[in-house]
């Protein structure tokens, strides 16, 4: 996945809606932003479409991307400082476990993608 992300504004404005209360107002931008964001963690284009009807579909739709960034970051985040120990100690078979467990679960393109390489890296060591 080579496009730029815009998490940092959802997450924005997730706080401000699912934490803080805002009322969510599906602009023109807010729909754009969820529309990306949407396709940046797997969700499919029809599902983001009928998501953006209504603003509880739509509140649904921003907690879904939400959970799923929040939830990849947790997974990939402490396998890569782990996978990077196991390396650095010589253990790449443990280290490549990490990294195709993480494959194994992960949905969003972008830490699929970062996993992945990871893996290839790792891979080029065992050789």
């Not at 799923?68 to 970051?73: E, K, N, T, W």
């Not at 990077?84 to 253990?91: I, M, S, V």
């Not at 490549?96 to 949905?107: G, N, S």
């Not at 969003?108 to 290839?120: Q, T």
């Amino acid at each position: 996945m080579s496009e730029k992300t815009d998490w940092n504004l959802l997450r924005a404005l997730a706080r401000r809606v699912l934490n803080d209360g805002e009322p969510l107002v599906l602009t023109e931008n807010v729909c754009a932003l969820l529309r990306r964001t949407g396709g940046q963690v797997a969700l499919g284009e029809t599902a983001v479409e009928q998501a953006l009807s209504d603003v509880p579909h739509a509140t649904s739709l921003l907690r879904e991307i939400s959970r799923r960034i929040a939830d990849g970051s947790h997974r990939l985040t402490p396998a890569l400082v782990n996978m990077y120990r196991l390396r650095d100690a010589g253990d790449i078979e443990g280290a490549c476990r990490l990294m195709e467990e993480v494959l194994a679960v992960e949905v969003v393109p972008l830490y699929r993608d970062i996993a992945s390489g990871e893996l290839a890296k790792l891979e080029e060591l065992k050789r």
